[in-house]
Nanobody, 118 residues
Framework: QVQLVESGGGLVQPGGSLTLSCAASGFGFRTSTMSWVRQAPGKELEWVSTISFVRGIKNYANFVKGRFTISRDDAKNTLTLEMRKLEPEDTAVYYC???????????RGQGTQVTVSS
């Protein structure tokens, strides 16, 4: 059973930084492409970033390029999202997801809230 547990969210001022982590279990993490997606209040789920397995190829949505960095530690079954220069528009629940794009609900964790506000 896929289990993904996100942590690291919180309240941060505009321009600040946060690092999100995701602990994965119940599936072959090191052979899985992994992603972060987010959902802002009243909006649809939105893809943020993906990292492939083996070569670790990274892709980012245009609105986070240069500000967010995705990484993975296959030895610890952990996915990370470093977020810098945060903007109020980044306020959302962030989900760790197995697979690329927007997956099925069962492929995501419960999410962690990120609030960017002064």
């Amino acid at each position: 059973q896929v289990q993904l547990v996100e942590s690291g969210g919180g309240l941060v001022q505009p321009g600040g930084s946060l690092t999100l982590s995701c602990a994965a279990s119940g599936f072959g993490f090191r052979t899985s492409t992994m992603s972060w997606v987010r959902q802002a209040p009243g909006k649809e789920l939105e893809w943020v970033s993906t990292i492939s397995f083996v070569r670790g190829i990274k892709n980012y949505a245009n609105f986070v390029k240069g500000r967010f960095t995705i990484s993975r530690d296959d030895a610890k079954n952990t996915l990370t999202l470093e977020m810098r220069k945060l903007e109020p528009e980044d306020t959302a629940v962030y989900y760790c997801q197995r697979g690329a794009g927007i997956g099925e609900p069962g492929s995501r964790g419960q999410g962690t809230q990120v609030t960017v506000s002064s």
